[in-house]
């Protein structure tokens, strides 16, 4: 553990160099202007500047892009509390409570939440990277298809029976999730499903114009209705965060990293689960459940917290065992190899300083994305107060930039105008948005994983059931799933009970 920490040392000495240095902030700077337009996450932000970067050294390289990485999360997160406009489906949790508290005048405190949520979440991380990095990843070796699948399903049935009011409109919006999840090129014949004869749905249902559409242009549509009442006015001497802000925080962050790092360990599931469970633990766990979905401050600290920590875990299954954790990791592997550096298990003898500088340069980006953004959360709160007329105009001229510049297709400014209004009916009918997305994103894994465990079984179903793992996942999904209505049923026929003996 001391040998872990000297290496830490020597890591942080090396990223706190002048060059290393203004490649986290160049990072950070640029991830967040990014992460605010709609559309143009991490992946889209790190594509575009990746060729710019072969000319930097190497480890300058891996710091700037993995700071524009976290840089555009929080960017992100911006749109999602000001205008319920996420750009990826991890800000799509914190928009369900941040952007009622930008509703009622509390866009301030619900940002500086989140600002410090995630400098947690990712400082916390961080140190788990360097002490745990080894027992973790074998640990994360042991799933297999049948327990990716099982925790998918538990997954799926939290969001469906924890993510409304009803859990027959949760079930009904994660079908609706699923069938789109299905569109496009069947993963083991190869041939289209429900394309309907459309080449652009071959590579499936885009994933952000869809997130765009069901949040951003659904909210402009809502607010159609009744544009007068789209914010509240901005209370500029509630824009701090209160005793009772942090008291109420501190638990929900300490939960959302856990939550955050072990499922960010984990190939495959990124950020989008990990925020997602979070909302879903802290909802189970309060006791206002009820007053979830109308700006609850736990429900922006923990998946906030959550998804930086999910980022930051990513990493590890890359650094040890050269697997990618995300979609973003996967391009940050695609710099590591374009300079010659081949992660796996070998990668921190071949080339342990880099390793440790980049390491220790998730914190010091951490602190700079803090004090980068923390003073400038008055002049985004300020946004509010442009008149409505002016101000959702250009946030759908956002949304159609964003939605065109993925593909320069047009077709996707067609599937984004398709679920605007899918979501502004969806919010008329008190239908869930959220299973929706989180089926469309988990539902081709799910299907993969249940695919290869029939491979590994010949067929046999049985195989979910006889692994511990997975059977012990795929019980807890049952008692999910059953347990709720179970309890609904109990309580009238106990209060009858106990009215007729007090008669």
Not at 5 to 32: M, R, W
Not at 67 to 94: E, K, R, S
Not at 129 to 143: D, E, I, Q, Y
Not at 199 to 204: A, E, I, P, V
Request: proline share 7%.
């Amino acid at each position: 553990m001391s040998e872990n920490f000297a290496l830490l040392g020597a890591g942080l000495a090396a990223a706190l160099q002048p060059l290393n240095l203004l490649a986290a902030f160049a990072g950070c700077f640029l991830g967040t202007l990014v992460g605010m337009l709609p559309g143009l996450g991490p992946s889209a932000a790190i594509a575009i500047l990746l060729p710019i970067t072969v000319a930097m050294d190497p480890t300058s390289a891996i710091i700037m892009l993995a700071a524009i990485y976290y840089g555009c999360q929080y960017g992100d997160t911006i749109t999602a509390v000001l205008f319920n406009t996420p750009g990826t489906g991890a800000a799509a949790m914190t928009a369900v409570e941040g952007h009622q508290m930008a509703r009622q005048g509390r866009a301030g405190t619900a940002l500086a939440v989140a600002a410090i949520a995630s400098f947690v979440g990712g400082t916390v991380t961080i140190f788990a990277l360097a002490l745990v990095a080894l027992p973790l990843t074998s640990l994360a070796l042991r799933f297999g298809p049948p327990e990716f699948f099982a925790l998918i399903v538990l997954s799926l049935l939290l969001v469906v029976t924890l993510g409304g009011s009803s859990i027959l409109r949760g079930l009904i919006a994660a079908v609706v999730g699923l069938l789109l999840a299905m569109v496009g090129t069947d993963p083991v014949m190869g041939l289209p499903r429900l394309t309907f004869g459309q080449m652009h749905l071959l590579d499936g249902v885009a994933f952000i114009p869809a997130i765009i559409g069901l949040f951003g242009v659904g909210e402009i549509l809502r607010n159609l209705e009744n544009p007068k009442a789209s914010f509240a006015p901005v209370a500029t001497s509630r824009l701090s965060i209160t005793r009772d802000d942090l008291r109420r925080s501190a638990p929900a962050i300490a939960r959302g990293t856990g939550i955050g790092f072990a499922i960010g360990i984990v190939p495959g599931l990124g950020t989008i689960p990990a925020a997602f469970m979070s909302y879903v633990a802290e909802k189970r766990l309060s006791r206002r459940r009820e007053a979830f979905g109308t700006g609850v401050i736990e429900g922006v600290a923990g998946p906030e917290s959550a998804a930086n920590a999910a980022a930051n875990g990513a990493l590890l299954p890359l650094l040890t065992l050269g697997i990618p954790g995300s979609g973003v990791v996967a391009i940050l592997m695609g710099a590591l190899l374009m300079n010659g550096i081949i992660p796996g298990p070998m990668m921190f003898q071949e080339h342990g300083d880099m390793v440790w500088t980049l390491i220790a340069s998730l914190y010091v980006g951490n602190v700079i994305l803090l004090i980068l953004n923390l003073p400038f959360i008055p002049m985004w709160v300020s946004i509010l107060r442009i008149p409505y007329g002016i101000l959702f105009p250009l946030i759908l001229g956002f949304t159609v930039v964003g939605a065109y510049s993925l593909a320069n297709s047009r077709f996707d400014i067609g599937l984004m105008a398709v679920f605007g209004l899918v979501g502004w009916v969806a919010r008329k009918l008190d239908i869930p948005l959220v299973p929706i997305i989180m089926t469309m994103v988990l539902g081709p894994l799910m299907e993969g994983g249940l695919r290869r465990s029939l491979e590994m079984s010949q067929g046999d179903f049985t195989i979910l059931l006889t692994r511990p793992i997975a059977a012990t996942f795929l019980a807890l999904a049952v008692a999910v799933l059953v347990v709720p209505p179970l309890v609904a049923l109990a309580r009238p026929r106990r209060a009858a009970v106990e009215s007729g003996g007090e008669a």
